[in-house]
């Protein structure tokens, strides 16, 4: 197949990856070629060379209008429409099979609706007025879309239209080696934000006598001066943001990873990945942790509880762990299920058009 996969673009498609979507988009991509399939990546111009990358911005917009000060900003809103514009123009007119849209904006959708352009829709996130209601209004037989938990397909509904499936994010365990036995120490990883829960998971781990590693980017500064920094010491540690061999060594090398979600988290990558490497997990009910996670954690609903469950989880046998990921969330697996979805929004379309031509006959 001729794949247009199109990404978001506030941040780009590279390592050190800024949270788990673009780690998702980039892991998709390579994996889709891997498969034989003739790929473009629509991205900002700054993402990795190695892909396929078609520019729609040179750079990504959140190095040019920051989320945090332009979120409601008509102009942020005008250079993604611009973009996506510019992308479903050079998608209709290079004649690809399917588009494979991560945006999360609603302007493809509305035109591949138009267009009679196959398409397949992750909703990564949950419903917010703008997507839901492009999701609502384009119900095309060969609109397509796939959510990442049956949890967040719950969220969604009735909105999600009964087209839409659950292909579990998948990931590359070659990256993410099986480390036999944890340091001793916790893990916590992801975007330096409040809706992650950076401080909370310091709090536990202190309360447990956990020394804890902190990695990845700092997404909101105000936080991390305000309640990270603070929360610092010789045993909790900030190691900045990672990416590759490093981050895969310094997450599989813990006893156990602390996930603190403020939100219904979608999927939550970092959980996969750790339990590839063997590390088990205490976490927070929130969204699809539970799902994802399944017996290779400890779940609380209180962050009063986490500190308990830091160190039942690290007693938890690592084995499992990797063979859980191994079983339910391998590249493999995810990009047979994008597959499947490509190719009914294919049928659907060519089906559509067959008994167009035959109402004209």
Request: hydrophobic content about 50%; overall charge negative.
């Given at each position: 197949m001729r794949i247009a996969v199109v990404a978001h673009l506030r941040y780009p498609i590279a390592p050190p990856f800024m949270g788990g979507m673009e780690a998702h988009c980039h892991g998709l991509t390579r994996a889709l070629v891997a498969r034989g399939h003739d790929v473009t990546l629509f991205a900002s111009g700054d993402s990795d060379p190695a892909l396929p990358v078609r520019a729609l911005a040179p750079r990504h917009h959140e190095a040019v209008l920051p989320w945090a000060l332009w979120m409601d900003a008509p102009e942020l809103s005008e250079i993604q429409d611009i973009a996506f514009e510019q992308?479903?123009?050079?998608?209709?007119?290079?004649?690809?099979?399917?588009?494979?849209?991560?945006?999360?904006?609603?302007?493809?959708?509305?035109?591949?609706?138009?267009?009679?352009?196959?398409m397949v829709t992750s909703l990564h996130i949950p419903p917010f007025a703008g997507l839901a209601d492009s999701v609502a209004r384009n119900t095309a037989p060969w609109l397509r879309e796939t959510l990442t938990s049956h949890a967040h397909l719950a969220s969604w509904w009735p909105t999600t239209p009964p087209s839409a499936t659950v292909v579990y994010n998948g990931i590359d365990t070659t990256l993410w080696p099986f480390i036999a036995q944890g340091n001793g120490r916790a893990v916590w990883c992801g975007r330096v934000t409040p809706n992650k829960g950076t401080a909370v998971a310091i709090d536990a781990a202190k309360a447990q006598g956990f020394a804890l590693d902190i990695v990845g980017p700092i997404d909101c500064m105000d936080y991390f001066e305000g309640e990270v920094a603070p929360?610092?010491?010789?045993?909790?540690?900030?190691?900045?943001?990672?990416?590759?061999?490093?981050?895969?060594?310094?997450?599989?090398?813990?006893?156990?990873?602390?996930?603190?979600?403020?939100?219904e988290e979608p999927f939550g990558l970092v959980?996969?990945?750790?339990?590839?490497?063997?590390?088990?997990?205490?976490?927070?009910?929130?969204?699809?942790?539970?799902?994802?996670?399944?017996?290779?954690?400890?779940?609380?609903?209180?962050?009063?509880?986490?500190?308990?469950?830091i160190a039942i989880a690290a007693g938890l046998p690592r084995t499992a762990c990797r063979q859980r990921v191994e079983r339910l969330f391998s590249l493999g697996s995810m990009i047979d299920g994008y597959e499947a979805a490509y190719a009914a929004a294919i049928a659907a379309r060519r089906f559509n058009s067959s008994n167009t031509q035959a109402a004209l006959a």
């Open positions: 992308a479903a123009t050079i998608i209709a007119q290079e004649g690809f099979d399917v588009v494979h849209n991560n945006t999360m904006h609603p302007t493809l959708l509305d035109w591949a609706s138009r267009a009679g352009q196959p929360r610092l010491d010789a045993d909790r540690v900030y190691h900045g943001a990672l990416a590759g061999q490093a981050l895969a060594q310094k997450i599989g090398s813990a006893s156990v990873l602390i996930a603190t979600p403020m939100w959980n996969v990945e750790a339990m590839a490497c063997g590390v088990p997990i205490a976490a927070l009910d929130r969204g699809a942790m539970r799902e994802v996670i399944g017996d290779c954690g400890v779940i609380v609903q209180d962050s009063a509880d986490l500190a308990g469950a």
